[in-house]
């Protein structure tokens, strides 16, 4: 038995990440971030309503120079393993869930506690 495991292991074998996996890494954080960014200008037309025309040029024109290319560059330089990692957390996969799930979902909490008080607090400003 012990033999199959090791001859599975060895299939498993991870192969090194190449430049052609980060930038696919890259463009998948930027597609993240363009529907992030559709998701928060929704938001504002919704709660704005038609007077939301200047922050639809702002939020694509000015941020989005910013956002965008740092998205790419956080995808690039994290790779799709570390990404995928990240992913699993928030999605309720990781090893971390079954292990210590009072002490992850206490994380995850505050986590996005912090964020609907940052987004409240930016937008009233």
């Not at 696919?24 to 971030?33: E, N, P, Q």
């Not at 992030?36 to 639809?56: D, H, K, P, Q, W």
């Amino acid at each position: 038995m012990s033999s199959a495991v090791s001859g599975m292991h060895k299939q498993l074998k991870e192969e090194p990440i190449d430049f052609r996996d980060r930038v696919v890494s890259g463009f998948l954080c930027t597609l993240l971030a363009v529907a992030t960014m559709a998701v928060y200008l929704l938001f504002l037309f919704l709660r704005l309503g038609r007077g939301s025309e200047g922050i639809y040029r702002a939020v694509f024109s000015d941020f989005g120079l910013i956002f965008l290319p740092a998205a790419f560059l956080v995808g690039f330089l994290a790779g799709p393993r570390k990404l995928a990692t990240g992913f699993s957390f928030f999605w309720g996969t990781h090893p971390k869930w079954k292990q210590e799930p009072w002490r992850t979902r206490t994380i995850l909490l505050l986590f996005l506690l912090l964020t609907v008080y940052l987004a409240v607090n930016l937008q009233n400003r």
